[in-house]
């Protein structure tokens, strides 16, 4: 199984990305493939981690790295696991005004299974963007 971390900006071009329908889309696209993962967005930036039949996660890789909303893309990370770490697709999200402490510690309840390095990954970029 591949597991493969990638962080991308959100291209100022697009006027701003809404969450909502990249989660749907995400969902059925990521339930007919057996991907499973974690998608973080704060409004500028994404921070996925998606894993499962390596092709089937290569192949998602790629239609992101088309897809016009990104701009940037840079892979963190990209790792043969042995099981999932993530076993719901689930998004995190932060809106603006949100309690920064409460979004911290969601974050760190959705990747509470992950290994030390992914956890240590969503937990940093959740507190930075708690300073932002």
């Keep these: 199984m591949l597991q493969l971390i990638y962080v991308s ?4 071009k697009t006027g ?7 989660l749907v889309m995400s969902r059925r696209n990521n339930a ?18 998606l894993e499962g039949p390596e092709e089937a996660v290569e192949q998602a890789f790629k239609r992101i790295t088309r897809d016009t909303r990104h701009r940037a893309i840079v892979v963190l990370s990209r790792r043969t696991t042995h099981r999932r770490e993530f076993g719901d697709w689930q998004m995190a999200h932060r809106t603006p005004g949100e309690d920064a402490d409460a979004f ?3 974050v760190g309840k959705i990747v509470a299974r992950a290994s030390d ?12 963007r708690r300073a932002a």
Aim: a negative charge; hydrophobic letters at 45%; aromatic letters at 10%.
């Design 9 to 12: 900006s959100i291209n100022p």
């Design 117 to 128: 390095d992914v956890r240590a990954t969503f937990q940093g970029f959740a507190e930075v």
């Design 104 to 106: 911290v510690a969601r």
């Design 16 to 22: 701003g990305v809404d969450p909502a329908p990249i």
């Design 32 to 49: 007919r493939d057996q991907i499973t993962g974690v998608l973080y967005s704060d409004g500028l930036r994404f921070l996925q981690v």
